[in-house]
């Protein structure tokens, strides 16, 4: 599947910024912290509105500015929101939108930190619950104080779909707000906002960015929730996007359309020839078929993205530790999205009981498949597969 035109256009836009020398292809470096005014009427004028004026980087910022804009249009959103993190984006929703006795509802396998978070958040009387089963009937796990359902779609580490025309509808039959970590898709592969979700989350630190090099996330919506979630999650909480941040983002924006047309050729090879190996007894991508989720996989997604999990036969520490150091082009570490290949496990020699607990199967890997090339991809995956 491939990458829309309008899409395309969007990544390669010229900058339409302030104070550019005509013609510089790249985006300019605003490297700083305020912006000084003509004169004091103006100053007053512009902070009563700082979401859209430039007075301070903590706010915002030209060059962090353009990257948002960009994203809100991939997204289909009215406007963004950029932070130091997918962890500042995710916690600025949860501080800008919840208050003491509110509860959020968790569907499918959740980003571990993001539960670490709504775990900490109790400590200030926000609740929750955690459904990991995709299919499961949102409407019977909204309680009366339900102020957010959060989900991921596909979700961690076993990539499973969630119907979200079915959730948001759920939702909003309720008056609850829905968000998505849509990390895993890209803005090219999914558009969750026309699918009826409110609010849209992303780890720009993954295919975003794309090259390992930088950290960073995004918050994109409608005006209106984009501007609480600035004034009191980004403002007050300041998990600030630095303009030189922005500027790699921005990089990455470039070329995501044809890096997530290989990642993807590359890891349907990947899964294609990991189906059919003796030593592995499941392959966990959107793609891996036959799979219960074929129509949500066509009617959600437009393309697939090379983050994916497999299942040893052999489940134990052990043999996953054989084959996670058997491999060379895939290295060893945690994140993912970017050019080269990555491999992790959630795999502990002592903790077969809390993987259960959380619906992991034992003996799981996951992938990053990166831009290397199938060839090598290949190669070094049956080297490692016949060290098990
Ligand atoms: C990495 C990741 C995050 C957190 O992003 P950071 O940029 O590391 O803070 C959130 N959600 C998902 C799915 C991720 O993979």
């Not at 509808?169 to 968000?179: I, K, M, Q």
Request: glycine residues 10%.
């Amino acid at each position: 599947m491939t990458v829309s035109d309008a899409d395309r256009e969007i990544c390669a836009a010229a900058w339409t910024g302030p104070g550019h020398e005509p013609g510089a292809i790249a985006p300019p470096v605003f490297q700083t912290s305020l912006f000084a005014k003509d004169s004091f009427a103006e100053l007053a004028r512009q902070q009563a509105a700082e979401h859209e004026n430039f007075v301070y980087s903590r706010g915002t910022n030209p060059t962090v500015a353009f990257l948002e804009r960009q994203l809100a249009l991939l997204e289909r959103g009215e406007a963004a929101k950029c932070f130091g993190s997918g962890m500042g984006a995710i916690g600025a929703v949860f501080g800008a939108l919840l208050r003491s006795g509110d509860h959020v509802l968790f569907v499918n396998n959740v980003y571990g930190p993001t539960l670490e978070l709504a775990r900490h958040l109790e400590r200030f009387g926000v609740e929750h619950t955690v459904v990991t089963d995709p299919g499961a009937d949102v409407a019977s796990h909204l309680r009366e104080n339900t102020a957010l359902v959060y989900v991921e779609s596909p979700g961690t580490m076993l990539m499973r779909l969630v119907d979200l025309r079915a959730l948001t509808a759920a939702a909003r039959r309720r008056g609850v707000l829905t968000a998505i970590d849509n990390t895993w898709a890209t803005p090219l592969f999914q558009k969750p906002l026309e699918l009826g979700v409110d609010l849209v989350v992303h780890s720009l630190t993954k295919y975003v960015g794309g090259h390992s090099d930088v950290v960073g996330g995004a918050v994109v919506g409608s005006a209106g929730l984009v501007r609480e979630v600035f004034y009191r999650g980004h403002q007050l909480f300041g998990a600030v996007m630095s303009a030189m941040e922005a500027s790699l983002v921005l990089r990455g924006l470039r070329t995501l359309p044809v890096r997530m047309e290989q990642h993807q050729e590359n890891a349907l090879r990947v899964v294609d020839h990991l189906q059919a190996h003796a030593a592995i007894a499941a392959v966990h991508h959107p793609y891996a078929a036959p799979g219960p989720d074929d129509d949500l996989v066509r009617s959600q997604l437009t393309g697939f993205s090379g983050l994916l999990s497999l299942e040893l036969r052999d489940g134990s520490f052990e043999a996953v530790s054989r084959f996670v150091d058997a491999l060379r082009v895939f290295r060893i570490g945690v994140s993912w999205g970017g050019y080269e290949s990555l491999v992790s496990s959630p795999v502990r020699a002592d903790n077969a009981d809390r993987l259960a607990a959380d619906g992991l199967p034992p003996g799981l890997v996951r992938l990053s498949v990166g831009l290397e090339g199938s060839r090598v991809q290949l190669a070094d995956l049956d080297r490692a597969l016949a060290a098990v």
